[in-house]
Nanobody
Framework: QVHVVESGGGSVQAGGSLRLSCAASGRSFVTYVMGWFRQAPGKEREFVASIPFSGGWPNYADSVKGRFTISRDNAKNTVYLQMNSLKPDDTAVYYC??????????????WGQGTQVTVSS
């Protein structure tokens, strides 16, 4: 089994910054892509950002481009989301997702429990 655990959520005023972290752990797995999604109250879960682990460029939702930066540490199977210039509309539960190969040619998508981000005006 593979698990991901998020950390770094919290409360901040508009214009502030937060940094989220997400670490994947388990036995003998290969990470292909990790990313972040978010779900605000009463809304559907939406894509925020993702990054491939074997080359390629990060991908961002239009709503966060220029404000959020996703990065990775391959050795630690960890992904980070640096969130700057936060807005009240960024308030949501942020979920980490990892697409991994956990057995030869066996793939799975793993979700974390989520971490709350609250931005006050």
């Amino acid at each position: 089994q593979v698990h991901v655990v998020e950390s770094g959520g919290g409360s901040v005023q508009a214009g502030g910054s937060l940094r989220l972290s997400c670490a994947a752990s388990g036995r003998s797995f290969v990470t292909y892509v990790m990313g972040w999604f978010r779900q605000a109250p009463g809304k559907e879960r939406e894509f925020v950002a993702s990054i491939p682990f074997s080359g390629g460029w990060p991908n961002y939702a239009d709503s966060v481009k220029g404000r959020f930066t996703i990065s990775r540490d391959n050795a630690k199977n960890t992904v980070y989301l640096q969130m700057n210039s936060l807005k009240p509309d960024d308030t949501a539960v942020y979920y980490c997702n990892a697409n991994v190969e956990w057995k030869p040619r066996q793939y799975m998508s793993v979700w974390g429990q989520g971490t709350q981000v609250t931005v006050s005006s």
